[in-house]
């Protein structure tokens, strides 16, 4: 029993899934980015506890920082509007920044933030994303880092929010119809 009984359809993924596929994932990028120092630039909230598991699979000496932007209003719709709610506190010239999130819908939000931090002259920026939604992409995005893609269908739970409920769930699933129709 948990306090979101019935409002999720089904589970997509559990914490074992996610744990073991972001150790896999952290293995990767620490590959990749032998005797170089990374960044790691969360995009708040949804990407909280990706980067908490994500960053703690490390073997090696991370930095983290956060960035606020919000592309969805309070419903399931992304708006398209990408506002920044809080920039970053570091100077991110000449750093190899990895961008981390949560999901990666249609797009907007990651094409626009990568955009955004390569106009301030980082060493590279790349992209880590658990989910990917590849039939709702309306922008492309070059992502390095994919832990899944998954169908076009609204999830929630560790960190994805509906109407910001949800995020603090274990587990990653689907959110059932009639919680938002
Ligand atoms: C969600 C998600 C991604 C973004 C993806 O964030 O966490 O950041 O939307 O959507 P897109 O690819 O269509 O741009 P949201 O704007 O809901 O803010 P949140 O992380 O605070 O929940
Ligand atoms: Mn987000
Ligand atoms: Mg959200």
Known sequence: ASHVDGD??????SEDDIQQRLAEMA????????????????????????????????SRHVEIDWMAVSSYGSGTKSSGVVRIL????TDIS????????????TGLTLSWLVSNLSSRKPASVEIATL?????????SVDVKYVGWDIPNEFVIGYGLDYSERYRNL??????????YS
């Open 27 to 58: 293995a990767q990028i620490e590959a990749d980015y032998e005797g170089k120092d990374i960044l790691l630039v969360g995009v708040l909230k949804g990407a909280i506890m990706v980067m908490a598991d994500l960053s703690r699979a490390f």
């Open 86 to 89: 809080k920039d970053l506190d």
């Open 170 to 179: 274990r587990c990653i699933g689907t959110l059932a119809p009639h919680v």
């Open 94 to 105: 000449g750093r190899h920044v990895l961008i981390v999130e949560d999901i990666i819908d």
């Open 8 to 13: 999720l359809v089904n589970v997509l993924f």
């Open 131 to 139: 989910l990917r939604k590849p039939d709702a992409l309306q922008m």
